[in-house]
């Protein structure tokens, strides 16, 4: 069955950097749209970031020029970079994988979430 792992959170001061890492497995085609997404206390989750089968990116606004989606398909592994922090993106972040090829599919596989919490 598919399983996500996410790791690296943790406490940081603002200004400094994190990279999450998601490892997955369960499935051998790593053609699949994944994505981070992050959820606040008291706040719905949103979408950071997604990267679709053909490896192009996209970045909520808050997070563009600061945070880098990337995959290791030899890893199958998911990461996010996340430089110049600041505590309003303190949030449990999870990483996710699409049901289908499709980043419009939506996301079906999730993993159990990592904090990040900026000070």
């Known amino acids: 069955h598919v399983q996500l792992v996410e790791s690296g959170g943790g406490s940081v001061q603002a200004g400094g950097s994190l990279r999450l890492s998601c490892a997955a497995s369960?499935?051998?085609?790593?053609?699949?749209?994944m994505a981070w997404f992050r959820q606040a206390p008291g706040k719905e989750r949103e979408v950071v970031a997604r990267?679709?089968?053909?490896?192009?990116?996209t970045y909520a606004d808050s997070v563009t020029g600061r945070f880098t989606i990337s995959k290791d398909i030899a890893k199958n592994t998911l990461y996010l970079q996340m430089n110049s922090l600041k505590p309003e993106y303190t949030a449990m972040y999870f990483c996710?994988?699409?049901?289908?090829?499709?980043?419009?599919?939506?996301?079906?596989?999730w993993g159990q979430g990592t904090q990040v919490t900026v000070s």
């Open positions: 996710a994988r699409s049901r289908i090829l499709l980043c419009s599919s939506g996301f079906d596989y």
């Open positions: 990267i679709d089968s053909g490896g192009r990116t």
């Open positions: 369960g499935y051998t085609n790593s053609r699949y749209c």
